[in-house]
């Protein structure tokens, strides 16, 4: 499956074709697709027929629950697409908050061969702030015109800095997932108080971390169109994961699951995406249905493979069947197969060592398959033969799985 890495842990080979990828869906007209699919997202009204406000009250991908959930599928469907480049190219995130004391001197801002790696390009210069470095340099983008799009070559323009001085610390990010339980709350928008969704968007004492790191770009990552700038969707893989993180330390769940805005509930399809089925509730495990994981993501595994059946062996031949496991992880994930409990003559692992070592697999796949190898031994003398189990124990989770073992022997042809 694919693991989303921090930037800065890309190697040299892995950079370079994430940068090729995202120039190649420039080059085709994609890229330009997601730019117009979130600027109509912000002017897509979702509010209540009491509300006055529109679209800057409320709208299908902002200044309400939906932020999150929304903005997990449209990463994820440009993830896709650069792997339509690529197949190996998943989407890096930039932590934001780590690069808060650096600032625009951060390496992703790097524009220096000499001084470390070029990753996006650094700040604008001149009177149009244009960014004139880096592997996105000199790009044509499309720009708000009313209610539709201009095209203005030049160049990419970042202000890195100028509106607002800082970005979000290490500490508010820890404070905004350990502190807010309750995911969102009425009314539902940039009001709502007590909230995640709310306090990472950015709207409580705002600019505040989602929104304030937009600002703190500037240029063209402030209006509708802000995904012209790739920096974007490095920002938004960082809120994902933020909000992946708040999914692991509290049980309670997407809010509302009904009754709140529309475009916002739990069951709502939401606009402006190319997904199937878009709704909040398709996305919540994003590591069993959207097939991604973060390089800081627990490891999981489930287990496929509850029973193995050796019916009908010849007498003295030994079958091998296996026992599947699916495992989402960034990390290897050790099996072992515990000896003593319960795996016996004449069942045995066929394995030579009882530990399994599973190196992470990148692809397409939702999931690596794990399989766990045994053997039975067929009797001389035909009959079912005596039922046994054997565990599997997965080391980083603590799991214990069991796996329960039945065969019978069949009489010895004669040719």
Request: glycine fraction near 8%.
């Amino acid at each position: 499956m694919h693991i989303r890495q921090n930037i800065y842990a890309l190697t040299d080979e892995q950079l370079e074709r994430f940068q090729d990828a995202v120039n190649g869906i420039k080059a085709d007209g994609t890229y330009d697709h997601f730019t117009e699919q979130h600027h109509h997202s912000m002017h897509e009204a979702t509010v209540f027929p009491w509300e006055s406000g529109g679209h800057l009250l409320r709208n299908s991908a902002h200044r309400g629950p939906a932020f999150l959930p929304w903005h997990r599928y449209y990463c994820r469907e440009f993830e896709l697409a650069l792997q339509e480049k690529d197949p190996s190219v998943p989407l890096p995130y930039w932590d934001w908050a780590a690069d808060s004391a650096a600032g625009a001197a951060a390496p992703l801002w790097n524009t220096d061969p000499d001084r470390g790696r070029i990753y996006i390009g650094g700040n604008g210069t001149g009177p149009d702030s244009t960014v004139n470095t880096g592997p996105f340099a000199g790009w044509e983008v499309l720009v708000e015109w009313g209610m539709g799009f201009t095209r203005r070559p030049g160049g990419l323009r970042r202000q890195l800095g100028l509106a607002v001085p800082t970005l979000p610390t290490p500490d508010e990010v820890t404070a905004c997932i350990t502190d807010l339980p309750v995911y969102d709350t009425d009314p539902w928008h940039p009001g709502s108080a007590d909230s995640f969704r709310n306090q990472l968007e950015g709207w409580p004492n705002g600019p505040a971390m989602h929104n304030r790191v937009h600002v703190w770009v500037g240029g063209d990552m402030g209006p509708g169109t802000s995904p012209n700038d790739p920096v974007f969707y490095l920002h938004h893989a960082f809120v994902d994961l933020i909000w992946a993180r708040w999914q692991q330390t509290h049980a309670g769940g997407y809010l509302p699951d009904g009754q709140g805005p529309p475009g916002h509930n739990l069951h709502d399809e939401m606009a402006y995406l190319d997904s199937t089925s878009p709704t909040p509730a398709n996305c919540l495990d994003y590591r069993h249905s959207m097939g991604y994981i973060y390089d800081t993501d627990p490891p999981t595994v489930q287990q496929m493979t509850s029973a193995l059946d050796f019916t009908n062996v010849m007498a003295g031949d030994v079958e091998r069947r296996y026992a599947l496991f699916h495992a989402r992880a960034a990390q290897p994930v050790t099996f072992e197969v515990l000896p003593t409990r319960g795996l016996q003559a004449p069942y045995s692992l066929f394995h030579t060592e009882p530990t399994i070592i599973h190196e992470p697999v990148v692809d397409n796949r939702p999931y690596d398959e794990v399989r766990i190898w045994f053997a039975f031994t067929a009797d001389l003398t035909p009959g079912p033969a005596p039922a046994g189990s054997a565990q599997v124990r997965c080391r980083e989770t603590d799991e214990i799985f069991e796996i329960s073992l039945t065969g019978s022997t069949r009489e010895l042809s004669v040719r």
